[in-house]
Structures are given as structure tokens and as C-alpha cells.
């Protein structure tokens, strides 16, 4: 996937006073509307990112609608140069997700990012602000609130409230997307309105409170769990450190 330099350049900052400039900078750029028709669109795409020590690692994983299947993954390990300030999420996580993007042969319609979009003290959640950089309509899924006032939904699974500015502007929804469990926190990334965000999310929903590609995503950023070393034995020999049902293994 080709991500043109104008992009790019949004997703650095030095320090919390340029990436503040750069989220005003953008605000102009905030679109409400649908920008695609999602009856003809096909792919979409999930994005994560895990962090380890100085490392981050972000993963994306692509859906076809007409298949019905996923269809490509792509992750990258890079270093994590910006802190973890809330409201500022886009400029951590946005230079592990180029890494991975750049990396796909496919074209996706739209995204969907682990985090907010206008609901966020700026409007500037990472979904809007990736929406922009990619010029793609994205969606923010968040397990928690940060930002807008919305009223518990129902117990009952597909309920929803909306979430709202004190002014009544509309963000995003509270999605119940499991009986009797924590909503799901969906907000208006960029280039779509409130029904697409719910249709989009609930294009993969499964028996989980997460959509289907978004714990995909989660899973293929994890790092790795490193294996722990055998100490060995003084007079010991491979053969016999190894547990009795490798050794079966082997034999066999």
C-alpha cells in the first residue's frame, strides 16, 4: 500500500508541542461524511499495536467482504520514539502502523483502528487521524471511554446509545455487542457517518465482544514470549534432558 510523504510527515513529532500543531493543522481536514459506497467496497482492515521494553509492534489483517475470509497480514517490529501522553496516541502508535501498511500488496476500502476518533478532547483520536494520513474512511474501536457523554445501552446484544459532545454533536456509539458484557466504545473516524461505523464493525462480529478482525489484529501484535533456557545437569546429555514425551517424539 502506497502512502503518499504529505501523510507520513503527520505521524512524527519531537515532543507534545508539535505534535499539538500538528493535530490544529489537521482538524480542517476532519470529514463526517461517507466517503465510499460500502455495499461495493470489499476489503477492510484491522490495525493493533503491542509494545515491549523500547519496541513496538504492529500488526494489520485484511477482510474480504466478497470472500468472506481474511485475506493477507502483515506486522512490523520498529523502535517506539514517542511516550504514551493520552490524547496524543496517534504520534506512539501511527509510525509502528506505517511500517506495517506499507507492507501490504493489498489496497484496503477501510480501517479499522484499536483506539478513538472523534471522541477525543481534540476530535483527534487515532482513527481520525489516521483516516487523514491514509486519505481511507476509518472507524475507532475502543474498549473504554475517553472522551463524549453516552448513556449506558441496554443489557441486550446489538443495543447501542450514542455518544455526544455537550453541545449534542454526535461522535461515535456505545455498542453492546455481547449480552451482559462492557460496550464497545465506536466512534466516527474519518469519511463515515454513524450507520457505517456500526456496519462496518459488525461485519465481523463473532461470538466475542470484539469483532473478529480486531482480535485478530491484537493477537498477530503480540510479541513473542521468549522460551526459557534448560539449565543443565553436570554429566547430563542432550538426550536425557529432554522431557520423556520429546524423547518419544524422537524415537518414533
Not at 213 to 238: H, Q, V, Y
Amino acid at each position: 500500500m502506497k502512502i503518499k510523504a504529505e501523510g507520513k510527515i503527520l505521524c512524527f513529532a519531537k515532543d507534545i508541542k508539535q505534535a499539538r500543531e500538528i493535530q490544529l493543522r489537521m482538524k480542517d481536514k476532519i470529514a463526517r461524511r461517507n466517503m465510499i459506497d460500502y455495499k461495493s467496497a470489499d476489503l477492510i482492515a484491522g490495525c493493533d499495536v503491542a509494545y515491549k521494553g523500547g519496541r513496538a509492534k504492529s500488526a494489520v489483517t485484511v477482510y474480504s467482504k466478497k470472500q468472506k475470509k481474511f485475506v493477507e497480514d502483515v506486522t512490523s517490529d520498529v523502535p517506539c520514539e514517542f511516550p504514551y501522553v493520552p490524547g496524543f496516541l496517534a504520534f506512539r502508535e501511527a509510525p509502528a502502523l506505517i511500517a506495517s501498511l506499507e507492507k501490504l500488496k493489498s489496497d484496503p476500502d477501510i480501517f479499522i483502528f484499536d483506539g478513538q476518533g472523534l471522541s477525543h478532547p481534540f476530535h483527534m483520536g487515532l482513527a481520525t487521524h489516521m483516516g487523514i494520513v491514509l486519505d481511507k474512511p476509518s472507524v475507532g474501536c475502543a474498549k473504554s471511554r475517553l472522551y463524549g457523554i453516552a448513556e449506558e445501552p441496554p443489557l441486550i446484544k446489538g443495543s447501542y446509545t450514542f455518544i455526544k459532545e455537550k453541545t449534542g454533536e454526535l461522535l461515535g456509539i456505545c455498542f453492546r455487542s455481547r449480552k451482559s458484557v462492557k460496550p464497545l466504545w465506536l466512534s466516527i473516524g474519518w469519511g463515515v457517518d454513524i450507520p457505517l461505523v456500526l456496519e462496518t464493525v459488525s461485519e465481523t462480529m463473532g461470538k466475542y465482544k470484539l469483532p473478529e478482525i480486531m482480535r485478530r489484529a491484537d493477537k498477530l501484535s503480540k510479541f513473542e514470549k521468549a522460551t526459557p533456557k534448560l539449565k543443565a545437569r553436570r554429566g547430563a546429555t542432550a538426550d536425557s534432558e529432554a522431557p520423556t514425551s520429546s524423547r518419544a517424539m524422537v524415537d518414533k
